[in-house]
């Protein structure tokens, strides 16, 4: 005898899978979230020691294989949601366009490499920067969404240990590798490599810890982040590298000024004036803030940026040479030379490095570098999706307190903020330490932002 449904309740297959336990297990998804924590663990300690390249190719291998096993363990053996579900250009949102601009640049970036004078090396990099640009979908997904704090937590951890060495071979204590290096500061790069890779890290994990200083609820966990990023803060004194000290001010005061608005004035003033005081106390860094506005007083600029015109003005030359298609994704270092000795020519002024690190694989600048290798309209296409991401974070900190996913979204701002200031002069998006955690901070944050088909601010399914 059948039973009467009553009034309200599901039928036919919202009834059945409200009637599924909930204990059920996402096999899949937790594949690939194994995968992802893998991919960061390969990020920072994967070398191969016996190879030419022992730091960035064994890390390149790692990491790609593992995000390639995670989104099909993802999207192939787990139930996925359609990150551009609801997705029209009948109405405007800024989801949809940063959307609609990231899928027209990776055309472009495709046709590329199809075109390029050097069409092996394009395609090649080309294969590597669509698995790199699965992360972005990871990021969006459900895995990322369950598994945030997790894999968080094994980025943090995976930089401190390497700060840990790093702090060791500062010291001369322990070399894990033997390197042939100019000067004490290239030899602390850790199991990351290069120093300047590693310090990004830092600063990554020292917004990271301020964010949860803020935002967070627990009192314990609150703690442990102040230590963390004190911590933190303090590895990039071994390092010195400027770029990453600006990028960690940029990301707190981003997170300071979404939070607390004109009340951060002061904690902001009293950070500036923090970091201007450990500058000036400990001696390797005041050496570094000495050649910096001893540059400035002598107009020297290129030694201010530490040698970047030259490579500037090499991206800047290929754009010229080849606006609509550039060269190809991967043939900056191939084409760098000529094109920075035309700089040259036509400026009249010299732009070599004089150190012997003479030549440049990237333009240490991740907004001129696609300009190069894929066109002016990829660049452009490129820009305009990372500024209408930050710009739906910026409105999201408007949202009242207490409102759902403010302060994850509070925190995405502040981490992208850095990552953003750090690729004006540097290459975060390009090496595996910094561009995982970056690029699935960046889907999480279009997701959240008010992806088509989530509602409002990526409500839940």
């Known amino acids: 005898m059948s039973k009467k449904r009553r009034k309200g309740e599901p039928r036919g297959r919202a009834a059945r899978a409200a009637a599924r336990p909930t204990s059920l297990r996402d096999i899949g998804g937790a594949i690939a979230a194994a995968a992802l924590l893998l991919a960061i663990a390969c990020a920072g300690f994967v070398v191969d020691s016996g190879a030419d390249n022992s730091f960035d190719a064994p890390k390149r291998l790692a990491t790609l294989v593992c995000t390639a096993a995670a989104a099909l363990a993802a999207f192939g053996f787990s139930r996925w949601r359609n990150p551009l579900s609801g997705f029209s250009f009948r109405r405007f949102s800024a989801p949809s366009a940063a959307a609609a601009c990231l899928l027209a640049a990776a055309g472009l970036v495709a046709l590329a490499a199809v075109v390029s004078p050097r069409r092996a090396a394009a395609l090649d990099a080309t294969r590597a920067l669509v698995l790199y640009g699965l992360l972005l979908a990871l990021g969006a997904s459900r895995v990322v969404e369950r598994r945030k704090r997790l894999l968080l937590a094994t980025f943090l951890v995976v930089v401190a240990v390497n700060a840990v060495v790093s702090f060791l071979q500062a010291r001369n204590i322990y070399q894990p590798l033997r390197l042939v290096t100019i000067g004490s500061r290239e030899a602390t790069g850790a199991f990351v490599g290069n120093p300047g890779y590693l310090a990004m890290a830092l600063a990554l994990s020292a917004v990271a810890c301020v964010g949860i200083v803020v935002l967070g609820r627990s009192v314990a966990l609150r703690a442990a982040a102040g230590a963390g990023a004190a911590a933190f803060g303090a590895s990039l004194l071994v390092n010195r590298n400027l770029t990453s000290v600006s990028a960690l001010v940029a990301g707190i005061a981003l997170l300071l000024l979404a939070r607390f608005g004109r009340r951060a004035v002061l904690p902001i003033a009293l950070l500036l004036l923090f970091v201007g005081v450990v500058a000036v106390a400990y001696p390797p860094m005041r050496w570094r803030a000495r050649e910096a506005v001893s540059a400035l007083r002598n107009r020297d600029w290129d030694r201010l940026v530490t040698y970047r015109l030259g490579a500037w003005a090499a991206a800047l030359e290929m754009a010229r040479d080849r606006p609509w298609t550039g060269f190809g994704p991967g043939t900056y270092g191939a084409e760098f030379v000529p094109h920075r000795l035309r700089a040259e020519i036509e400026t009249r002024r010299r732009m070599g490095n004089p150190l012997a690190t ?104």
């Open 358 to 461: 003479s030549s440049y694989a990237e333009a240490h600048s991740d907004y001129l570098q696609p300009f190069a290798e894929a066109g002016i309209p990829a660049g452009l296409l490129l820009l305009a999706a990372g500024a209408l991401l930050l710009r739906q974070l910026v409105l999201a900190a408007r949202r009242p307190d207490g409102a759902p996913t403010r302060a994850e979204l509070l925190f995405l701002l502040a981490f992208l903020g850095a990552g953003a200031v750090a690729a004006l002069t540097w290459f975060p998006f390009q090496r595996p330490i910094s561009s995982i955690p970056l690029l699935l901070a960046a889907g999480r944050a279009w997701r959240l932002s008010g992806a088509p088909g989530t509602g409002e601010a990526g409500a839940e399914e």
